[in-house]
C-alpha cells in the first residue's frame, strides 16, 4: 500500500457562480419574401383542409401532409433560443426531440466570415450547423401554427412568449412530416438485406423505437396499433418494454420475409408509415468477441489472501468456468435466469475471461489477485456458432435495466448487491455503432449512473471490417515496409474510415466511462505470426479494431485507453489495394486469462490470450477497484477513509482519469487527422481525441504520491448555478525557480439528463483556477491535450498545465480554484455529486509532498 498516501482536499467555501460565455457561428439567413414563396405552398394546403373544417382522416391519409397526431420536423439553421419554452405555450404541441445536424452552404444558407480581413463573407467550403425540432401536433395546435406563420409573413409581431416561432421561421430550411426515410436509418436495411439474402424464407426480427406518449392511455393506444399493423402484416410482437424515467417505448417484432423485401425496396408499406414509430432498427444484442488461443500456465496458482468482504464491482457478461482455479470461491454469481444450464462449459469463455482479467489482471505480469469477490450476473450465452450475445427474446434494454435494478435494489425489491458501485459492461452492440443520437441503451446508463452513484465502465467496440490501406498496393509491400512508414499508412487509412469504424453503443453514454483497446500488452515471446504485421511502432496508439471517437455532440469518448494486447493484422485482400484485417491472438499478442478447457475434458487450470476493448476495459475496472482500495485504506494512513459512500462512484471515476495523458503521438495525429492549417488548432486536438481521448492512464500515480508529487482529492455536492472555492496550499519550493514543474485539475461528475433535448446533459462542470495559473504556479495549460473545448463536453474535465517560471506566490501562496455548475439542458435538478483530484508535480528533486502536507497541517479559518 501506498507510503505517501493521497492527501484530502481542504472544504470548499462557497463563492458567487460565474457566468460562463456561450457563443455561435454567424449565420446568413434568407429573406422573408424568400422563405414565404418556399414554404407558403404548404401552410396555404393547410389552411384550406382546415378552413372548410377538414378533420384529421384527411390530411393523415395524405402522408406528405402535416397533419394533427403525426411528428413534424422543423429543420433549421442555427439555433433558436428559448424555442422548447415557446413550444410548451402553443396548446396541443407535444415536443418530442430535438437533435443537431449540418449541411452545405448553399444560395440561402451559409456560415459568415468572422476572420480578419474577410468579415461578413460566405464560407462555402464550411458545414453549416442545424437543429432539427421533432414536435406531434393536435388540430388546434396546427391552427395555432398556420396563424403565427401568417403573422411572421405580413411583418407582424407574433404576441407574448412566441417570439422564439419568429426566429424558427427565419432559419427554416425545411418543414415535413416523420416519414419513412427517418424511422427506417441505412444499418437497418443493411441488416434486412444481409438477412433477406441468407435465409429469405424466414422472419427478421426487428427492434421498433415508438414515440414516447407521457400519457399512459396514448401508449396503450400506440401499442394496440402497432400490435394490430404488425398482425397484418403477418408478423408477430416478441416483447415489449416501458421504461418511462428515460421516456422510452420499444418493442420486439418477428417480421415475414415477403415483408422485410417490401421495406427494402419500397419503404412505403404500412410499418413504414405508421405514425406512432420512430424507428425501425436490427435488434440490439450485446456481443463479447474473444478469440483465444489456449495454453497451459504453469504459474497458474493463485496465492494471495482468499476473497473477503462484500463485492463493489459487478460483471454484466457470459457465464464463467465458476469453478477454474483462477476464479473459484472469488465471485458471487447471481444467474436468476438460469444460464448456466443452457451454457456449455467450453463454450464461456467471454465471462470466464473477463472475470479473470478483474481479479488478476494480465497474467503475464503476475499482479496481486483482488481482496473482494466480484459479483457476476450472466446476460449472454454461446449460440450454436459459439459466438456469445444477450438473450434474443428479450429487448436488451429490459435486460440490463432489470440486471442493475436487481444489484441496486427498487421499489418491492431489495437489493441482492447493496455494495456494488464498479458495473463492467465488456460488451458492444455491432448492430448499433454511434452516429448523431443517444441509444436507448446509453440513455439508461446515464439515468442509472444518477440514480444509483454507480460508474458503467463500457468496452467502446471493436469493429471488425477489413480496413483499406491505399498507401501500399500489396501485402508484400506492406510487411516489408519500414515501422513507422507503415504506422503512418495504418493511421491514414483508420482517419479516413473514421465514420465507419465509430464506437458502439452504449459505449457513447454521458456518464460512463468508455474504454478504448491499447495497442500494449506484455507478452515475453511471440510465437508464429506467420503472414500477420505488428500495425504500429508506437504502443501509444489504440488497435486497428478499437472503435473510434468521438461520442454525443462530440464529447470526448473514449475518455481513456487500457491495453488491450498488441494487435496483429493479417491481409484481407490484395491486388487492387490493400485490405487487412485483425488476425487471431494465437501466442502472438493478448492478456493471459483463465479460459474454459477446449477439449471438454474439465481441466479447471487453461489460461488463453484475450483481446481488444472488452479486456481493456475489464482492467479499468480492476484499475478502479484498486483506487478505491486506497482510499479506503486506514493502515495506509489514507485520508479519505471516512467517504460517504455516495461519492464513492464520482471519486473513483475522477481519480481513473486524473493520471491520463497523451504521449508523443499527438503529433502524428494531429499531422494525419489534420486539418492542414495549423493554426486551426482546436480542430486539430478535436480530431486526435478520435483516436486517444484522454490518453493512456498511469494508475501508479492515481494510487499514490511521490517526494516530488502531491495528488489532492475531494468531493462534494453543488448546486445548479453555483461555484464553490477550494484554497490549496503550494510547497514553498517551486517559489520563485525556474525548476519545472506541472499542474494537473480533474472533475468528475454524474448529470441528471433531459431525454429528447438537443443538449441532453441538464448540468455542466468545471474547474478553473481564479487567476492565471502563469500567476500563481509558473504554468500555462499545455498544448499536447484536447483543447479546451471538447474537455467541457462530457461529465469529466480534465486539463494538465506545464512551466518553469519562476514568479513569486500570491494568495499567501496558495492556489485558487473554482468548481462551477451551471445548466446545460437544465431541469429540475439537486445538488450534483463530484469528485475532484489536483496534482502539483517538480520534475526536479524537490519536497513537494512533505511541504503541502505541511501547510495541510495548519488549518486556517475559512474566508468568508
Known amino acids: 500500500m501506498p507510503t505517501r498516501p493521497l492527501l484530502r482536499l481542504p472544504a470548499p467555501n462557497p463563492v458567487a457562480a460565474l457566468a460562463g460565455p456561450r457563443g455561435g457561428e454567424d449565420i446568413r439567413f434568407p429573406s422573408r419574401r424568400r422563405q414565404r414563396a418556399k414554404f407558403g405552398p404548404l401552410f396555404t394546403r393547410l389552411r384550406a383542409v382546415l378552413n372548410r373544417q377538414g378533420d384529421a382522416l384527411e390530411l393523415r391519409e395524405d402522408p406528405t401532409s402535416l397533419a394533427p397526431e403525426r411528428v413534424i420536423v422543423f429543420e433549421i439553421a442555427g439555433t433558436v433560443a428559448n424555442f422548447l419554452k415557446a413550444v410548451g405555450r402553443l396548446r396541443g404541441l407535444e415536443f418530442m426531440a430535438e437533435y443537431e445536424g449540418d449541411f452545405a452552404a448553399d444560395q440561402d444558407f451559409a456560415v459568415r466570415d468572422g476572420r480578419r480581413g474577410r468579415e461578413g463573407q460566405d464560407r462555402t467550403a464550411k458545414a453549416v450547423p442545424g437543429r432539427f425540432y421533432l414536435a406531434m401536433p393536435d388540430v388546434q395546435a396546427l391552427r395555432e401554427l398556420l396563424r403565427l406563420w401568417e403573422r411572421w409573413g405580413r411583418g407582424e409581431a407574433l404576441g407574448s412568449g412566441f417570439t422564439p416561432f419568429a426566429h424558427l421561421f427565419a432559419q427554416l430550411r425545411a418543414l415535413r412530416p416523420w416519414g419513412p426515410q427517418d424511422r427506417i436509418p441505412d444499418e437497418a436495411l443493411a441488416f434486412w438485406r444481409e438477412q433477406s439474402e441468407r435465409n429469405p424464407d424466414q422472419p427478421v426480427r426487428t427492434e421498433v423505437e415508438l414515440w414516447y406518449r407521457n400519457d399512459e392511455d396514448r401508449r396503450a393506444a400506440t401499442s394496440r396499433n402497432l400490435s394490430a399493423r404488425v398482425g397484418a402484416a403477418g408478423g408477430q ?178 437489493a441482492v448487491a447493496p455494495t456494488v458501485f464498479l458495473i463492467n459492461i465488456s460488451m458492444g452492440d455491432p448492430r448499433r455503432p454511434f452516429t448523431r443520437m443517444m441509444s436507448p441503451l446509453a440513455r439508461l446508463l446515464d439515468f442509472l449512473s444518477v440514480r444509483y452513484n454507480v460508474l458503467f465502465l463500457v468496452s467502446s467496440g471493436n469493429v471488425t471490417a477489413p480496413l483499406e490501406i491505399p498507401d501500399y498496393a500489396n501485402w508484400i509491400a506492406f510487411e516489408a515496409a519500414a515501422p513507422n512508414d507503415r504506422e503512418r499508412a495504418v493511421v491514414k487509412a483508420l482517419n479516413a474510415a473514421k465514420h465507419e469504424r465509430t464506437i458502439l453503443s452504449p459505449a457513447e453514454s454521458l456518464n460512463a466511462l468508455s474504454i478504448g483497446a491499447q495497442h500494449h500488452d506484455h507478452v515475453a515471446a511471440r510465437v508464429g505470426g506467420q503472414n500477420a504485421v505488428d500495425p504500429f511502432a508506437d504502443n501509444s496508439l489504440p488497435n486497428v479494431s478499437s472503435g473510434l471517437g468521438l461520442g454525443y455532440r462530440r464529447m470526448i469518448k473514449p475518455e481513456v485507453f487500457f491495453p488491450g494486447g498488441r494487435e496483429y493484422v493479417q491481409m484481407k485482400g490484395s491486388g487492387n489495394g490493400l485490405r487487412v484485417t485483425v488476425g487471431s491472438p494465437q501466442r502472438l499478442y493478448g492478456l493471459r486469462a483463465a479460459a474454459p478447457d477446449p477439449s471438454g475434458l474439465g481441466r479447471l487450470d487453461y489460461t488463453a490470450l484475450s483481446d481488444g476493448t472488452s479486456s481493456a476495459t475489464a482492467l479499468a475496472t480492476r484499475s478502479a477497484h484498486y483506487i478505491f482500495d486506497a482510499l479506503m485504506d486506514r493502515d495506509g494512513g489514507s485520508m479519505l477513509a471516512d467517504m460517504d459512500p455516495e461519492f464513492y462512484a464520482v471519486v473513483v471515476k475522477c481519480l481513473l482519469v486524473h493520471s491520463a495523458k497523451w504521449n508523443r503521438n499527438h503529433e502524428l495525429l494531429k499531422e494525419i487527422c489534420g486539418p492542414e492549417d495549423r493554426h486551426r488548432h482546436v480542430e486539430r486536438a478535436e480530431n486526435s481525441c478520435r483516436f486517444i481521448g484522454f490518453g493512456v492512464p498511469e494508475v501508479a500515480k492515481a494510487l499514490e504520491c511521490a517526494p516530488n508529487r502531491a495528488t489532492l482529492v475531494g468531493y462534494g455536492a453543488i448546486e445548479p448555478e453555483r461555484a464553490q472555492g477550494y484554497r490549496i496550499p503550494l510547497p514553498g519550493c517551486l517559489e520563485r525557480v525556474t525548476d519545472p514543474r506541472s499542474l494537473t485539475v480533474t472533475l ?35 498544448k499536447g491535450q484536447p483543447a479546451d473545448v471538447s474537455v467541457k463536453r462530457g461529465s469529466v474535465f480534465h486539463e494538465h498545465y506545464h512551466g518553469a517560471a519562476a514568479v513569486p506566490f500570491i494568495e499567501d501562496g496558495h492556489l485558487s480554484l473554482q468548481v462551477w455548475c451551471k445548466k446545460d439542458a437544465g431541469g429540475e435538478n439537486g445538488p450534483v455529486r463530484y469528485g475532484i483530484a489536483v496534482t502539483i508535480e517538480a520534475e526536479t528533486d524537490l519536497p513537494v509532498y512533505d511541504e503541502i502536507q505541511a501547510r495541510l497541517r495548519v488549518r486556517p479559518r475559512p474566508r468568508p
Not at 748 to 758: C, D, L, M
Open 748 to 782: 468528475a461528475w454524474f448529470s441528471p439528463i433531459k431525454t429528447g433535448h438537443q443538449s441532453y446533459r441538464s448540468v455542466r462542470l468545471e474547474a478553473a483556477p481564479l487567476h492565471p495559473p502563469l500567476q500563481v504556479l509558473g504554468v500555462e495549460r499545455l
Open 237 to 414: 410482437m416478441v416483447h415489449e418494454t416501458v421504461i418511462s424515467d428515460i421516456a422510452y417505448h420499444g418493442a420486439l417484432i418477428d417480421i415475414p420475409g415477403a415483408e422485410v423485401r417490401n421495406l427494402i425496396e419500397h419503404r412505403s408499406v404500412n410499418l413504414a408509415l405508421a405514425d406512432d414509430i420512430m424507428f425501425l432498427r436490427p435488434q440490439s444484442v450485446l456481443v463479447g468477441p474473444l478469440e483465444v488461443e489456449p495454453g497451459a500456465d504453469a504459474t497458474v496458482g493463485v496465492g494471495g489472501p482468499p476473497a473477503a468482504g462484500a463485492p463493489i464491482a459487478a460483471l454484466l457478461d457470459g457465464v464463467p468456468v465458476q469453478a477454474h482455479s483462477l476464479l473459484a470461491n472469488r465471485l458471487v454469481l447471481d444467474d436468476p435466469d438460469n444460464l448456466q444450464a443452457r451454457a456449455l462449459v467450453l463454450r464461456r469463455v467471454h465471462g470466464t475471461a473477463m472475470a479473470s482479467l478483474i481479479l488478476h489482471g494480465d497474467r503475464n505480469q503476475g499482479q496481486p489477485v483482488l481482496s473482494r469477490p466480484i459479483y457476476v450476473r450472466p446476460v449472454m450465452i454461446a449460440n450454436e456458432n459459439g459466438l456469445e450475445h444477450t438473450e434474443v427474446n428479450r429487448l436488451l434494454i429490459d435486460t440490463l435495466y432489470s440486471a442493475v435494478l436487481r444489484i441496486k435494489g427498487s421499489e418491492g425489491q431489495e
